[in-house]
């Protein structure tokens, strides 16, 4: 894979990783070489002051990301298919989590993730959670990075949810202390690591259980077993261009994506948890 991600270079940090949020947010998957997605990169970069440089960069992510097949679960699917038609960006949720006389503690959550053992983040994430001090009530509000139909036919589709993330993953390349960020530097284990350091495996469980009661909500006859996919992190920084892919042979581990199916079992019992 390539050593280097057209934004290995790019500042690291709340800002940046925010000032990428509203770029991703604002432009459109399918319809990227318009005028105005160079327009949006420049206001945003300038809105942090950013240097304008990166403009190119970007568009060559952006690029990348559209046509990158997701793999996994979703196969050949490309988040260049995506409208305003069969996706949301920005799905905000407020869960009311229990009367203060009962709230959720890290023994509950942590056992959530022992059921469906066989996905992705079960015990071995379950182990990890118990390190965390939860005792909460109240209110769980969030904002879904994007949610999306994986086929315009919404009576079949499967909607997942899906998390960008900016984190810098790179290492030294010579005694010049000269630094590597690209796709070889994301593997499954290496973005793992990341997802367990951050507690993302519980962040997607939670826009997983959001998800599940939106679509209850407005989606008619939902059922989680036939509506609901899973989830998607997408690491910026280690998206591969689709040539590498070529030359891989089309890998089934895509460096810079986790892509999974909902675990079922976990999401219906985490619905049970944080009452209504």
């Known amino acids: 894979w390539s050593r280097e991600s057209p934004i290995g270079n ?77 996706s949301i960006k920005e799905l905000t949720f407020d869960i009311p989590i229990c009367h203060q006389t ?83 530097n994301y593997s499954i284990k290496n973005m793992d690591e990341e997802m367990y350091r951050h507690h993302y495996p519980l962040q997607a469980h939670l826009y997983l259980l959001a998800l599940h009661r939106f679509l209850h909500w407005r989606l008619p006859n939902y059922s989680a077993q036939k509506h609901l996919g899973g989830y998607i992190y997408v690491f910026l920084r280690g998206i591969p261009d689709v040539k590498d892919l070529k030359e891989h042979k089309f890998p089934k581990k895509i460096p810079g994506l986790i892509v999974e199916p909902a675990p079922l079992e976990r999401i219906k019992k985490l619905d049970l948890l944080i009452k209504t």
């Open 10 to 86: 790019f500042p690291r940090g709340s800002i940046a990783g925010t000032c990428l949020h509203k770029i991703l947010e604002r432009i459109e998957f399918n319809d990227l070489e318009n005028s105005k997605t160079s327009s949006i990169i420049e206001e945003e970069l300038r809105a942090v002051n950013i240097n304008s440089s990166f403009i190119e960069p970007i568009n060559v992510l952006l690029r990348r990301i559209v046509e990158i097949p997701l793999g996994g679960p979703l196969g050949d699917f490309k988040l260049k298919s995506l409208d305003s038609l069969n």
């Open 102 to 184: 009962n709230p959720i503690n890290t023994l509950e959550l942590s056992s959530i993730f022992q059921e469906d053992n066989k996905c992705k983040y079960g015990s071995d994430y379950s182990n990890r959670l118990m390190n965390l001090n939860i005792y909460s009530s109240g209110f769980l509000t969030g904002s879904i990075d994007q949610v999306f139909a994986d086929s315009r036919n919404h009576k079949i589709a499967k909607w997942w949810v899906l998390d960008w993330k900016s984190n810098w993953i790179g290492n030294p390349l010579s005694k010049e202390d000269e630094i590597s960020c690209g796709p070889t």
